[in-house]
């Protein structure tokens, strides 16, 4: 089966390769029959359905033989986490990588043979495809345990070392997937703006990619924000997200995607930002490679919980390769293009939308910037960035942006007048100054906080009263408003689960009721389940509730003690218990010589006010990703 398997990813290599060169020379050479390179970029993407399919078999059926199967599985794992095993190694990750972009490889085809730019981004996504199976050639998932693990005893083992305990959650059935299928359709609108260049074609990204961005930036906001909520209700630290370096390497690409959707309503409406979008296009495909290489070169193994530390030496370099090799011919390309895709009719006039959606951009981008450097730093210096740098430089970036998703709306795509947008955002403006009153008569005194609050919920207000003018003639065209209210919504969450959040580190003796944040909870004892997961109870009345909370704690090898928090949701609160510890009375302790049944709960106990308005504003943002995409797919 291994070599089978080596043989499948060899084949599709070449295959790749050859469609690689039949669309090179159909792009040189147009009006070429391009039926050879079709096959074989079909062929390509059947030998990678293979390759995937009898990799999951080998994990399905236990073969052991094979070292991805025994380093990432076991017999006792249940299903749908044997499934993901699938993904939850480097080997198997780039190969269900390279299965979702030979998908959209071939929706790709179809759509630009239509389109009549067929060869010239079929040959991009080609070398891209090429590059992901060179790195399944060099690190492949079917070596045998043996060449994985020199020495092994020769009779393959009967078990396997089995899914690292924090991964088999619930979440990592989803996320990695849905993060990868991201970074795959990434590939699209760098394929169309690397053919644009070549080409000689300014509007190629506007006609033909704007589709592929809103649903590339849709699916990986989505994996990010579901990464967060993994993070937010398992791993205990009471947060959903810490400015890790791999968290954040799969944001900033989605910050340039972002900014770019916006330019490139510009571009179609007004000819503006031509070359600004050819540049994003690149640099956000550029940097999905690069957030690979943090993840999975190993530069990060010190600074990083995710990080891939042992990726060996030929990962390392074609990944470093990848992201040079493809920075170079974009920025090359553009280099050529630069006179030839330079603005048309110069535009003095400052308040119209055009100049707010480039605002928006430029905020975009430099939040992007400062997130890069914090997340590079650790790679050129020892030095690591602490999560107070990255929320101090980001809040007022966050205040901008909100502002000119509101005010955006108000301003004409020709002509400026600053009194006329004033004038008819004064009612948008005034609610969002009562709701801040409002708060500042109910006890909040946060200064810094008040601005954000103020800003997100202008743009939550003004985008739902344009979207419900727009609901009566159009509702397709209700993606965008939908997206930036939710965006609103999004950053309450923020400001209100980070600025108004309370923690305390609890002791809770059993059966003696102690008051925490305001509620009464009770530790009533633990059960103790299997693998030697011990499951605390914790009794908590509130103010006008009753509940029981049920953290665990379970030894986790080499990770040390995995620690489960419970959370009790409402409407406008959570309240999180994350056990830390359990302790016995030492009087207890030194009158027998042992140590009795734990009898004192120790925990970090935390509320996190609005949380839901942060999880809502992601849905709701998302759907209006989907929704603006569903439009612009029929429209192209």
Same mark, same amino acid.
């Given at each position: 089966?291994?070599?089978?398997?080596?043989?499948?990813?060899?084949?599709?290599?070449?295959?790749?390769?050859?469609?690689?060169?039949?669309?090179?020379?159909?792009?040189?050479?147009?009006?070429?029959? *391009?039926?050879?390179?079709?096959?074989?970029?079909?062929?390509?993407?059947?030998?990678?359905?293979?390759?995937?399919?009898?990799?999951?078999?080998?994990?399905?059926?236990?073969?052991?033989?094979?070292?991805?199967?025994?380093?990432?599985?076991?017999?006792?794992?249940?299903?749908?986490?044997?499934?993901?095993?699938?993904?939850?190694?480097?080997?198997?990750?780039?190969?269900?990588?390279?299965?979702?972009?030979?998908?959209?490889?071939?929706?790709?085809?179809?759509?630009?043979?239509?389109?009549?730019?067929?060869?010239?981004?079929?040959?991009?996504?080609?070398?891209?495809?090429?590059?992901?199976?060179?790195?399944?050639?060099?690190?492949?998932?079917?070596?045998?345990?043996?060449?994985?693990?020199?020495?092994?005893?020769?009779?393959?083992?009967?078990?396997?070392?089995?899914?690292?305990?924090?991964?088999?959650?619930?979440?990592?059935?989803?996320?990695?997937?849905?993060?990868?299928?991201?970074?795959?359709?990434?590939?699209?609108?760098?394929?169309?703006?690397?053919?644009?260049?070549?080409?000689?074609?300014?509007?190629?990204?506007?006609?033909?990619?704007?589709?592929?961005?809103?649903?590339?930036?849709?699916?990986?906001?989505?994996?990010?924000?579901?990464?967060?909520?993994?993070?937010?209700?398992?791993?205990?630290?009471?947060?959903?997200?810490?400015?890790?370096?791999?968290?954040?390497?799969?944001?900033?690409?989605?910050?340039?995607?972002?900014?770019?959707?916006?330019?490139?309503?510009?571009?179609?409406?007004?000819?503006?930002?031509?070359?600004?979008?050819?540049? *994003?296009?690149?640099?956000?495909?550029?940097?999905?490679?690069?957030?690979?290489?943090?993840?999975?070169?190993?530069?990060?193994?010190?600074?990083?919980?995710?990080?891939?530390?042992?990726?060996?030496?030929?990962?390392?370099?074609?990944?470093?390769?990848?992201?040079?090799?493809?920075?170079?011919?974009?920025?090359?390309?553009?280099?050529?293009?630069?006179?030839?895709?330079?603005?048309?009719?110069?535009?003095?006039?400052?308040?119209?939308?055009?100049?707010?959606?480039?605002?928006?951009?430029?905020?975009?981008? *430099?939040?992007?910037?400062?997130?890069?450097?914090?997340?590079?730093?650790?790679?050129?210096?020892?030095?690591?960035?602490?999560?107070?740098?990255?929320?101090?430089?980001?809040?007022?970036?966050?205040?901008?942006?909100?502002?000119?998703?509101?005010?955006?709306?108000?301003?004409?795509?020709?002509?400026?007048?600053?009194?006329?947008?004033?004038?008819?955002?004064?009612?948008?403006?005034?609610?969002?100054?009562?709701?801040?009153?409002?708060?500042?008569?109910?006890?909040?005194?946060?200064?810094?906080?008040?601005?954000?609050?103020?800003?997100?919920?202008?743009?939550?207000?003004?985008?739902?009263?344009?979207?419900?003018?727009?609901?009566?003639?159009?509702?397709?065209?209700?993606?965008?408003?939908?997206?930036?209210?939710?965006?609103?919504?999004?950053?309450?969450?923020?400001?209100?689960?980070?600025?108004?959040?309370?923690?305390?580190?609890?002791?809770?003796?059993?059966?003696?009721?102690?008051?925490?944040?305001?509620?009464?909870?009770?530790?009533?004892?633990?059960?103790?389940?299997?693998?030697?997961?011990?499951?605390?109870?914790?009794?908590?009345?509130?103010?006008?509730?009753?509940?029981?909370?049920?953290?665990?704690?379970?030894?986790?090898?080499?990770?040390?003690?995995?620690?489960?928090?419970?959370?009790?949701?409402?409407?406008?609160?959570?309240?999180?218990?994350?056990?830390?510890?359990?302790?016995?009375?030492?009087?207890?302790?030194?009158?027998?010589?042992?140590?009795?049944?734990?009898?004192?709960?120790?925990?970090?106990?935390?509320?996190?006010?609005?949380?839901?308005?942060?999880?809502?504003?992601?849905?709701?943002?998302?759907?209006?990703?989907?929704?603006?995409?569903?439009?612009?797919?029929?429209?192209?």
């Amino acid at each position: 089966m291994a070599v089978l398997g080596n043989v499948l990813l060899a084949a599709g290599l070449l295959s790749t390769v050859l469609s690689l060169g039949l669309y090179i020379r159909g792009a040189v050479r147009p009006g070429g029959n *391009l039926r050879f390179a079709r096959l074989t970029l079909a062929a390509s993407t059947i030998l990678v359905v293979l390759s995937s399919a009898l990799l999951l078999f080998l994990i399905l059926t236990h073969d052991f033989s094979i070292g991805y199967v025994y380093s990432y599985s076991d017999v006792s794992l249940p299903l749908h986490f044997l499934i993901s095993t699938f993904y939850a190694g480097q080997e198997g990750s780039f190969l269900f990588w390279a299965l979702c972009a030979g998908a959209i490889a071939l929706v790709l085809r179809s759509r630009s043979a239509r389109a009549g730019v067929e060869a010239p981004v079929m040959s991009v996504v080609a070398a891209v495809q090429a590059f992901l199976l060179l790195l399944l050639v060099v690190r492949s998932p079917f070596r045998t345990i043996w060449e994985m693990f020199p020495g092994a005893p020769a009779i393959p083992p009967a078990d396997g070392r089995g899914l690292n305990p924090l991964l088999q959650n619930f979440w990592m059935v989803i996320h990695p997937p849905v993060l990868f299928l991201g970074f795959a359709a990434m590939t699209a609108p760098f394929a169309l703006a690397v053919a644009g260049l070549w080409k000689k074609n300014a509007e190629m990204l506007s006609a033909h990619a704007f589709p592929w961005l809103l649903f590339a930036a849709g699916v990986l906001g989505l994996g990010i924000m579901l990464g967060a909520y993994w993070a937010y209700g398992v791993l205990g630290w009471g947060g959903y997200w810490g400015w890790d370096p791999v968290e954040n390497s799969s944001l900033v690409p989605w910050l340039t995607v972002v900014a770019l959707l916006h330019t490139l309503i510009a571009q179609r409406r007004t000819g503006s930002y031509v070359r600004t979008n050819y540049l *994003l296009a690149v640099a956000s495909f550029v940097l999905v490679i690069y957030s690979t290489f943090l993840t999975r070169s190993g530069v990060l193994g010190d600074a990083s919980v995710h990080a891939f530390t042992d990726p060996g030496a030929e990962v390392y370099w074609i990944l470093l390769g990848g992201v040079a090799l493809s920075a170079a011919a974009g920025l090359a390309a553009l280099a050529v293009r630069w006179r030839a895709f330079g603005p048309g009719e110069k535009r003095s006039a400052l308040l119209t939308r055009e100049t707010s959606l480039g605002g928006g951009m430029l905020a975009l981008i *430099l939040s992007a910037a400062v997130i890069l450097f914090g997340t590079s730093l650790p790679i050129l210096t020892r030095t690591r960035v602490e999560p107070s740098f990255y929320d101090a430089t980001n809040m007022p970036i966050a205040v901008l942006l909100a502002l000119l998703i509101g005010f955006a709306l108000f301003m004409q795509w020709e002509a400026p007048d600053g009194y006329f947008t004033l004038r008819r955002s004064l009612t948008s403006l005034g609610i969002a100054a009562a709701v801040c009153l409002a708060l500042l008569a109910a006890g909040v005194r946060d200064g810094g906080a008040m601005p954000l609050i103020f800003a997100a919920v202008f743009a939550i207000v003004v985008n739902v009263r344009f979207g419900a003018a727009a609901a009566r003639t159009d509702w397709r065209s209700l993606g965008g408003k939908i997206a930036h209210a939710g965006v609103g919504l999004f950053l309450l969450g923020v400001v209100a689960t980070g600025r108004f959040g309370a923690k305390e580190h609890a002791v809770l003796p059993q059966y003696s009721p102690r008051t925490v944040l305001g509620r009464s909870m009770t530790y009533l004892g633990y059960e103790q389940g299997a693998n030697g997961r011990l499951a605390f109870a914790v009794s908590v009345t509130g103010p006008h509730e009753t509940f029981r909370l049920s953290p665990s704690m379970a030894p986790g090898g080499e990770q040390g003690v995995l620690r489960t928090p419970d959370i009790a949701s409402f409407l406008t609160e959570d309240v999180y218990i994350s056990p830390v510890g359990v302790q016995a009375p030492e009087t207890a302790r030194a009158s027998t010589g042992s140590v009795p049944d734990p009898e004192v709960l120790v925990a970090d106990v935390s509320t996190k006010p609005c949380i839901n308005f942060l999880w809502g504003g992601t849905l709701v943002m998302m759907a209006g990703f989907a929704l603006a995409c569903l439009k612009r797919s029929k429209e192209s």
